[in-house]
């Protein structure tokens, strides 16, 4: 039936004019559309925290105890910032014969929560601008990343610095030089997330990119979950800090919040935001769409027997 209005249709030369119109405006639509939607995801930026957010402990933790450096560690954590710490635990661990290899073998196996791999690998194939805000350090960061085969869906990296210096000593340094001055006693001395997130939504601003989701756990994920906007979303995870501090501080936040337990659940609801934010966006644009290219269906009604699909 359909070949045969095809043909019918094929059969008069105006009739083929008029559905060779019909399909360039329904390819110009298309293609319209279809940029637009690669816009939208253009400007979705996911904010991951790592510990306990991507891999499910505390690294800092993992590579002191499989090192076998908990009760020195415990011993010298009344006296010194967490930072502090962990630079002057390097050196111990060097003193002790530890090398770079050793905290790298540490850290390919990691425990990590299951279904984040998934999830990024598909926010990343998407479109959207993934990028990770951690009080961890860059070695540690970077060294996981690479081995999961997901360091290059990644544009930025906000944390810790940290190298190997010429003696094959990992040497961690603070984010911010000096206190960054901060009100919320969740943010700690070196570092505050929310000062990374302010100084990223500013640049964002610039290269039109509009929304925002943040995922994290701790109590330092809290600041940042402040300075988010109401077309933003939080990702806390369920009865951890974070979680508790929204809960506590609700209004407070003025992004929309969505809790997430496990690695599962975690991966459903990011997908289905991004998603829920294409189609909020798409439907947007759909008004404009149709005024620019509106077919002129009264136009060619005569030519088309019924409503059939393009050959």
């Known amino acids: ?12 030369p105006s009739h083929h004019f008029k559905l060779k119109t019909i399909r360039k405006k329904l390819e110009a639509l298309y293609f319209v559309c279809y940029i637009h939607t690669l816009k939208v995801m253009a400007g979705i930026v996911v904010v991951f925290d790592f510990d306990k957010t991507i891999i499910d402990l505390d690294s800092d933790n993992w590579v002191i105890d499989e090192l076998g450096a908990t009760d020195l560690f415990n011993r010298l954590l009344p006296t010194m910032p967490w930072n502090s710490l962990m630079d ?10 530890k090398t770079i290899n ?4 540490v850290l390919k196996r990691v425990p990590v929560i ?15 601008d993934l990028r990770i805000v951690s009080d961890a ?8 990343l690479k081995h999961l085969g997901i360091h290059d869906c990644f544009t930025e990296i906000n944390t810790n610095p940290g190298y190997v210096d010429e003696q094959g000593k990992l040497k961690i340094l603070p984010y911010h030089d000096v206190h960054h001055g901060c009100s ?4 700690p001395p070196n570092m505050c997330k ?14 039109g990119k509009k929304r925002m989701i943040y995922l994290g756990d701790g109590a330092g994920d809290f600041c940042p979950s402040l300075k988010l906007k109401e077309q933003d979303f939080v990702m806390p995870r369920k009865d951890f800090p974070v979680w508790n501090l929204i809960n506590d501080n609700r ?16 991966q459903h609801i990011l997908l289905q935001i991004i998603k829920a934010i294409t189609i909020e966006e798409n439907q947007i644009l759909s008004t404009d769409c149709c005024k620019f290219q509106t077919i002129p269906i009264n136009t060619v009604h005569e030519a088309l027997p019924k409503a059939l699909p393009l050959p």
Not at 195 to 205: C, D, F, G, H, N
Not at 253 to 264: K, L, N, Q, T
């Open 1 to 12: 039936q359909i070949y045969k209005h095809s043909f019918q249709l094929y059969k008069d």
């Open 88 to 97: 002057r635990m390097m050196k111990e661990l060097h003193e002790q014969g």
């Open 102 to 105: 050793d905290i790298e073998q």
């Open 114 to 128: 299951p279904r984040v791999v998934p999830a990024i690998k598909a926010a990343h194939a998407l479109g959207c």
């Open 137 to 144: 350090n860059v070695f540690y960061i970077e060294t996981i």
């Open 184 to 187: 919320f006693n969740t943010c």
């Open 194 to 207: 929310g000062l990374v997130i302010e100084r990223m939504q500013a640049s964002l601003a610039k290269k």
């Open 251 to 266: 209004n407070l936040i003025r992004a929309e919040i969505h809790g997430w337990s496990d690695g599962e659940e975690q």
